[in-house]
């Protein structure tokens, strides 16, 4: 049985119960959860801001999930990366989270690709089983550059997100639309320019919050319900529990991601 026959019939009694309360919801009704698992995501990085995101998407239904992550799990990433736990410190994070998603909903299927996301993979990765959404849940910036490249070049819509410290942003892209990353941020900063969490730390939950909304985000481009945080950049402070909210340019005609897709 091919995927599309699979995922058009009607639902299974399993799938009715598992999935009543989001069904109820104005905007899923049963034709929405059919969209749902019919949809494919990947999610590039399987750590802090991945763990969340993947976890509620596989929970929500959607069908297929890409895990790309070269890393392996330390006892340092456990205070906030709840797909893993202390026994998988020295495994592979792809394989430790698939694992942790199989357990939570065996009938998703999860994509593992344990290598770094690269030039030189990128468009490998982003067109081995035509994801609809993609999840930029990286901690470095050339990583968020190179998805965004190539997302905007395969016109692939993404969220990004990131976080350092207590605070967090993110924003989505719809390639030819909206702007994108280096629309915003034009390039890679100087290294020691920006500081990173591995030198003034993050918290965990906070960490989780923004994970959490890049899953909102996937969900309602997947659904074509509410609206999606295109040409905003949300910014979440923990400390003082306030989101604030940033009206983006337009597309910059000299983004060369833009101008060049």
């Known amino acids: 049985m091919g995927d599309e026959e ?3 019939q009607q639902l299974t009694q399993e799938e009715r119960e598992r999935y009543s309360r989001q069904m109820l919801l104005a905007g899923v009704g049963e034709a929405g959860q059919q969209k749902l698992l019919a949809s494919k995501v990947l999610i590039v990085g399987a750590g802090g801001l991945g763990s969340p995101a993947a976890m509620y ?5 959607v069908g297929e999930i890409g895990v790309a992550d070269d890393d392996d799990v330390d006892i340092s990433n456990l205070q906030r990366q709840i797909a893993h736990r202390s026994a998988d410190v020295g495994r592979k994070k792809a394989d430790s989270m ?3 998603l199989a357990a939570l909903n065996p009938a998703v299927r999860v994509n ?3 290598e770094r996301f690269s030039e030189d993979n990128a468009e490998d990765i982003l067109c081995d089983r035509s994801y609809d959404f993609v999840l930029d849940c990286t901690d470095n910036f050339l990583a968020k550059f190179l998805i965004n490249d190539a997302c905007v ?3 692939k819509p993404f969220s990004h997100a990131g976080i350092t410290g207590f605070s967090g942003q993110i924003m989505t892209v719809l390639p030819g639309e909206s702007p994108c990353y280096r629309c915003i941020f034009e390039d890679v900063p100087e290294e020691g320019s920006v500081p990173t ?3 003034i730390g993050v918290l965990g939950a906070a960490v989780g919050v923004m994970g959490s909304l890049q899953a909102v985000e996937a969900v309602k481009y997947i659904l074509g319900i509410g609206d999606l945080l295109v040409g905003r950049l ?3 402070d923990a400390l003082t529990m306030k989101f604030r909210e940033v009206e983006l340019p ?3 005609e000299s983004c060369t991601a833009c101008r060049n897709a």
């Open 250 to 252: 337009k597309r910059n």
């Open 112 to 114: 593992v690709y344990r």
């Open 153 to 155: 070049r395969l016109h």
């Open 6 to 8: 699979m995922h058009t």
């Open 57 to 61: 998407l596989v929970a929500s239904g």
């Open 234 to 236: 949300l910014i979440y």
């Open 197 to 199: 969490s591995r030198e």
């Open 98 to 100: 698939a694992r942790a």
